[in-house]
């Protein structure tokens, strides 16, 4: 596609429920990446996948959380037993390589709400 | 471990006007590169300026320019000619080699435009 996508576009659930946010890089990047934006907040890096290997999971704030990505394109992060300070954009960026010279595309984000 | 500062939470211009903002981090790399991004009510991330640690030359794109100052490790942003489209919050953010190709980004300032 022309940029990255996401969906949905908010999200609105309960506490102890699970939710899967979706994110579509633009094609051929190999390089995604997850971000968390709070509230009043910069945003905070969860997890960064090169193909379809996560080489780096140091942003995932608890065990409820996890990723995947399937024939290095789309990408799916998964939060279990949802609670309400997990409320937050959630947002997906892709570059081409990955490398430190290739720009960050990000996609519009989802908004999470847990009740 | 690198950490962005941006110490105006809002900032306000008339249209037309220059603004600046402030943009500090802390890092013991040598070689990184420092970035602003605009991120309107859409959500989306828009990359507006890259700046290469290892380059001197303050990086430029149309009405919008940095002071990089490495000594002092600072990176701000001057928008010249204020548009109403500029309103927006803007986000500092850096990244450097070894650093998972994370992007580390500050807790961004709220741009409003004054018509």
């Known amino acids: 596609g022309a940029g990255v996508s996401q969906s949905p576009s908010n999200k609105v659930t309960e506490k102890g429920k699970d939710v899967e946010l979706r994110c579509d890089p633009i094609s051929g990047h190999t390089a995604l990446y997850w971000y968390r934006q709070s509230l009043g907040q910069g945003l905070e890096f969860l997890i960064y996948?090169?193909?379809?290997?996560?080489?780096?999971k140091s942003g995932l704030p608890s065990d409820r959380f996890s990723a995947e990505r399937t024939g290095g394109s789309v990408s799916t992060l998964t939060i279990q037993r949802t609670q309400q300070e997990d409320s937050a954009v959630y947002l997906c960026a892709s570059s081409r390589t990955g490398q430190l010279t290739d720009t960050q595309y990000f996609g519009p984000g989802t908004r999470l709400t847990v009740l | 471990a690198q950490t962005v500062t941006q110490s105006q939470p809002e900032m306000s211009v008339q249209e037309a006007e220059t603004v600046t903002l402030s943009c500090t981090y802390d890092t013991s790399e040598s070689d990184y590169y420092l970035f602003w991004y605009k991120q309107p009510p859409s959500r989306q991330m828009i990359l507006v300026i890259r700046?290469?640690?290892?380059?001197?030359q303050n990086a430029t794109e149309n009405r919008f320019s940095v002071n990089f100052q490495k000594a002092a490790k600072s990176f701000s942003l001057k928008i010249s000619d204020s548009q109403l489209g500029d309103a927006a919050m803007y986000f500092c953010a850096y990244i450097a080699p070894f650093g998972n190709e994370k992007l580390t980004f500050g807790t961004g300032t709220r741009l409003t435009i004054i018509p």
């Open positions: 996948f090169q193909g379809n290997s996560a080489p780096d």
């Open positions: 700046q290469e640690a290892y380059k001197q």
